[in-house]
């Protein structure tokens, strides 16, 4: 599964986003939280991603979860991270 999304995502391999995306294709939660804001319009949808990134660096998360979250700054990314979730059905 993580190959295919490698794939699906070209040149940049980021491992923790890879991870991120794997586990909202295996837990409901996350899956319709990232559902929720990758329907968002661009404009909204970098608004709340930088709330969100704030929140998450004032709880002191992890840096490679904050790295992850900004790789659906881009369009493209946020765009077939879309596709994949809604399309892809797979629990291992």
């Known amino acids: 599964m993580k190959n295919v999304l490698k794939k699906l995502f070209g040149k940049r391999k980021d491992e923790e986003f890879v991870a991120m995306v794997q586990a909202a294709l295996e837990d409901q939660s996350i899956r319709r939280d990232l559902l929720t804001l990758l329907a968002l319009p661009q404009a909204k949808r970098l ?5 969100w990134e704030i929140e998450l660096e004032t709880e002191h998360a992890p840096q490679p979860l904050i790295s ?8 493209d990314i946020a765009s077939r991270t879309l596709y994949v ?3 892809m059905n797979i629990k291992q």
């Open 47 to 51: 608004s709340q991603l930088q709330q």
């Open 68 to 75: 992850a979250i900004g790789f659906l700054k881009d369009p």
């Open 85 to 87: 979730l809604n399309n």
